[in-house]
């Protein structure tokens, strides 16, 4: 079963122990207008006995709902096989088949045609028509506790009365099943979109995977022309005197300075395609993981101006590596393209999350915009290709955390980043 089947069933059988607790007290309140209301005579000792062996098998799901055990749809079948088997020895007991309250079968079999369709429901059905069928001959009928003829009903006052409790147990049992179903059919519809999202983030894992291989192959073959210019730019370097020719000099450590860079450039592109060891990920505090990162932009941006402030606490660490930071950075970056000053930088942590707040001063993002960030590739550069908008977004949420944008007014952008954290 998938994760969302899962905690779909878990759901479900937690809506069984409650209406199990519900079908308990309304037994108890049906003895009690019956007994003491309508003078009916029914044995105590049995219906205790019953009671009570349901609220223990309640007490048993309970625990096995705290147990974090996978709830499967056998665990449903045995529950709803369990209400079934319960409620016929009740009828036995009070009327059989003359109980107006055999319509409380339809419950468990709505709820398991809804939810585990198939064979097991085909079997709950014969089994509720075989049982239903050995309640028209075998049950304790009633008997009134007083044996006056002037205060015993007539044939007709006993017919009314049965007609009132089919009445009423119709109305009881169209309210659950609606109720059920209902609430089965939502829950059946957060599957569906559960679905629907899994096969459009497999979507998205397949273009992460094309534009991986493509980074990795212009990683791959832009190594060696700046391998070759490194070589270079070397040479040319040491043949200049720093003395005699400053300028060169100085215009030629920039070019070889540059070249080194687009090879660390190169080599975290390398990374953010998959090659990047398993074992370099490991453990960092949010000031530490918002130290390095800062420190490795503005060394990459010099002349940037921003402001900067954090707040958080150390109880908590996050699961750093070189593409989460990176991802990060290029949303950092940009912002810092957009804003025509300085940019607002605030980092803080809220429950198991980091949050990182940027806001710029830049033109913003049009509501359309907003929607297709993460979804497709776009760029509002003359020669850009929106690639590293769409790489650093499904990058944060396949590592658990995501990216939101919301317009400033008058005019900005506040991007935020959320990241998960390890208490």
């Known amino acids: 079963m998938s994760t969302g089947e899962i905690l779909s069933s878990a759901r479900i059988l937690h809506q069984l122990y409650f209406q199990r607790y519900i079908t308990i007290a309304f037994v108890i309140l049906m003895l009690a207008i019956v007994i003491l209301g309508l003078k009916i005579n029914l044995p105590i000792m049995p219906f205790s006995i019953i009671l009570l062996s349901m609220a223990v098998?309640?007490?048993i799901t309970r625990l096995l709902m705290k147990s974090g055990r996978e709830i499967t749809e056998r665990t449903i079948f045995i529950q709803l096989l369990i209400d079934i088997l319960s409620f016929s020895v009740v009828l036995y007991f009070a009327g059989g088949a003359t109980n107006p309250f055999t319509f409380y079968y339809l419950i468990p079999l709505a709820i398991s045609a809804t939810v585990i369709p198939g064979i097991r429901t085909w079997f709950l059905v014969i089994l509720t028509i075989f049982l239903y069928n050995l309640l028209l001959k075998f049950y304790l009928p009633f008997s009134f506790l007083t044996h006056d003829p002037q205060q015993s009903l007539s044939g007709h006052d006993q017919f009314y009365q049965h007609v009132?409790?089919?009445w009423f147990g119709f109305l009881i049992s169209a309210l659950l099943v609606t109720w059920f179903i209902t609430y089965f059919s939502r829950e059946l519809r957060a599957r569906d979109q559960a679905i629907s999202e899994a096969r459009q983030r497999e979507s998205h894992d397949q273009q992460m995977v094309?534009?991986?291989t493509l980074a990795a192959g212009t990683a791959h073959e832009l190594g060696?022309?700046?391998a070759s210019l490194a070589v270079i730019s070397d040479?040319?370097?040491?043949g200049y005197d720093p003395d005699k020719h400053p300028d060169l000099f100085e215009n030629q450590k920039i070019l070889h300075d540059q070249i080194v860079r687009c090879k660390k450039i190169l080599s975290v592109l390398s990374d953010s395609a998959g090659e990047s060891r398993a074992d370099e990920g490991f453990l960092l505090s949010p000031d530490t993981f918002i130290d390095k990162m800062m420190r490795q932009w503005k060394n990459s941006h010099p002349g940037i101006v921003f402001q900067f402030e954090s707040q958080h606490s150390d109880q908590h660490h996050l699961l750093f590596d070189k593409t989460i930071s990176q991802a990060v950075i290029n949303l950092l970056n940009n912002a810092a393209e957009a804003s025509s000053d300085s940019i607002l930088i605030k980092t803080r942590t809220l429950q198991n999350k980091l949050l990182i707040e940027i806001s710029d001063n830049g033109p913003g993002m049009s509501d359309e915009q907003i929607e297709m960030a993460g979804e497709t590739r776009f760029s509002d550069k003359p020669d850009g290709m929106g690639i590293g908008l769409f790489l650093a977004i499904n990058t944060l949420r396949r590592s658990g955390g995501g990216v939101s944008f919301?317009?400033?007014e008058p005019r900005g952008t506040c991007t935020?980043?959320?990241l998960p954290l390890i208490p």
């Not at 040479?235 to 040491?238: D, L, N, P, V």
Request: no cysteine.
């Open 57 to 59: 098998f309640n007490l």
């Open 164 to 166: 009132l409790g089919m």
């Open 210 to 212: 094309v534009l991986g």
């Open 224 to 226: 060696t022309p700046l």
């Open 235 to 238: 040479e040319i370097t040491h």
């Open 406 to 408: 919301n317009r400033l």
């Open 416 to 418: 935020t980043i959320h």
